[in-house]
C-alpha cells in the first residue's frame, strides 16, 4: 500500500505536467488533430506503454515480495495484493506458508523446537519457502520476457511514428504521453482500492494508545520483603523447634529428671 502510494504521487505529477504540455501545445500549434495512420499509432503506443508501465509495477511488487519471504520476516502478513501474473498460484502457497507458521507458534508455546510435530510444521515452513521463492523467480522471468516483447513493439511503432510529419508526431507524441500517465494513475487507483480492502480484512483494528512505562526498577520480586520474611520465618521455626527437641526429649539429664 506505501509503494502505491508512493507510485500515485509521482503520476500524478507526471500527469499534470503532460496535460499542461498537451494544452500549450495545442495553443501554439495549429495541429490539433492526427490522421488515421498517426492516430492508430499512438493508440497502439499508448496501449503497449500503459501496458509496460503495469509489468514494471508488477515486477517491483514480486522483487518486494521475494525478499520479504527470503529474508523470512514478518510472512504473516504478506500478500500478493497487485500482483497480476500468478496472483492465485501464490496465494495458495502464502495462505498455506502462513498456516503452517501459525500452528508451529501455538505449538512452540507447550513444546520445544524438538517436539517431532514442530520439527515437522519446521520442515514444512522451509519447503514452502523454497516453492514460493522458486515460483516467483519463474514469474518473474516470464514476466520480463513479455516486457523485453512490449518494449522491442514500442521501438517499432516508434520508428513508424518517426515518418509522421514534426508538428503531427510532437502533437501525438504529447497526446499519448497524457493517456499513458492517465491510465496508470486508473490502474494505480484500482490497485490502491484492492490493497486496501485486503488491509482492512487482514490487520487487526487495534491501535496503541500510549506507550507503557518502564518502571526504573523491578517490581517484582522484592528482594527486601523477601529477606525480612525468610529471617522471621527461620526464626520463629528455629524457636519452634527448639522448644519441640526439648520437649520430645525423655532422656535423663540431671537428678530432678529421675525422680
Same mark, same amino acid.
Given at each position: 500500500?506505501t509503494?502505491?502510494?508512493d507510485?500515485?504521487k509521482?503520476?500524478t505529477e507526471?500527469l499534470?505536467?503532460? =496535460? ?31 501496458k509496460? =508501465?503495469?509489468?514494471?509495477? +508488477?515486477l517491483e ?9 527470503k529474508?523470512?520476516?514478518?510472512l ?5 495484493? @497487485?500482483?497480476g501474473? @500468478?496472483?492465485?498460484?501464490l496465494?495458495?502457497?502464502? %495462505? ?12 512452540r508455546e507447550?513444546y520445544? +523446537? ?8 519446521a520442515?514444512t515452513? =522451509?519447503?514452502?519457502k523454497?516453492?514460493?521463492i522458486s ?14 516483447l ?5 521501438l +517499432?511503432?516508434? %520508428? ?7 508538428d503531427e ?16 494513475y ?6 490502491r482500492?484492492?490493497?486496501a ?11 496503541i494508545i500510549? +506507550?507503557a512505562?518502564?518502571?526504573?526498577f ?8 523477601i529477606?525480612l ?6 526464626l520463629?521455626? @528455629?524457636?519452634a523447634?527448639?522448644?519441640?527437641r526439648?520437649f520430645?526429649?525423655?532422656?535423663i539429664?540431671?537428678?530432678e529428671?529421675?525422680?
Amino acid at each position: 500500500l506505501t509503494f502505491i502510494d508512493d507510485q500515485l504521487k509521482l503520476i500524478t505529477e507526471n500527469l499534470k505536467g503532460s =496535460a499542461i504540455k498537451l494544452e500549450e501545445f495545442k495553443k501554439t500549434s495549429k495541429t490539433v488533430n492526427l490522421s488515421s495512420k498517426a492516430e492508430n499509432i499512438i493508440r497502439q503506443m499508448s496501449e503497449s506503454e500503459t501496458k509496460l =508501465a503495469e509489468i514494471s509495477i +508488477e515486477l517491483e511488487m514480486l522483487g518486494t515480495l521475494y525478499e520479504q519471504v527470503k529474508s523470512g520476516k514478518n510472512l504473516e502478513s504478506i500478500s500478493v495484493a @497487485g500482483v497480476g501474473m @500468478g496472483q492465485s498460484s501464490l496465494s495458495g502457497m502464502i %495462505k498455506e506458508l502462513q498456516d503452517a507458521i501459525m500452528k508451529k507458534r501455538i505449538l512452540r508455546e507447550d513444546y520445544t +523446537e524438538m517436539y517431532p510435530e514442530v520439527r515437522k510444521l519446521a520442515k514444512t515452513i =522451509a519447503e514452502q519457502k523454497k516453492l514460493i521463492i522458486s515460483t516467483i523467480k519463474s514469474l518473474n522471468k516470464s514476466i520480463k520476457e513479455r516486457k523485453e516483447l512490449i518494449e522491442k513493439s514500442i521501438l +517499432e511503432q516508434q %520508428k513508424l511514428l518517426n515518418k509522421v510529419p514534426a508538428d503531427e508526431r510532437m502533437f501525438g507524441q504529447l497526446q499519448r504521453k497524457f493517456v499513458v500517465n492517465e491510465k496508470i494513475y486508473s490502474y494505480l487507483l484500482e490497485k490502491r482500492s484492492e490493497t486496501a480492502i485486503i488491509k482492512e480484512s487482514t490487520v487487526s483494528k487495534n491501535r496503541i494508545i500510549d +506507550e507503557a512505562l518502564t518502571p526504573a526498577f523491578p517490581i517484582k520480586p522484592k528482594r527486601k520483603l523477601i529477606v525480612l520474611v525468610g529471617l522471621i520465618l527461620g526464626l520463629v521455626l @528455629g524457636i519452634a523447634l527448639a522448644f519441640l527437641r526439648e520437649f520430645l526429649d525423655d532422656r535423663i539429664k540431671s537428678e530432678e529428671d529421675s525422680s
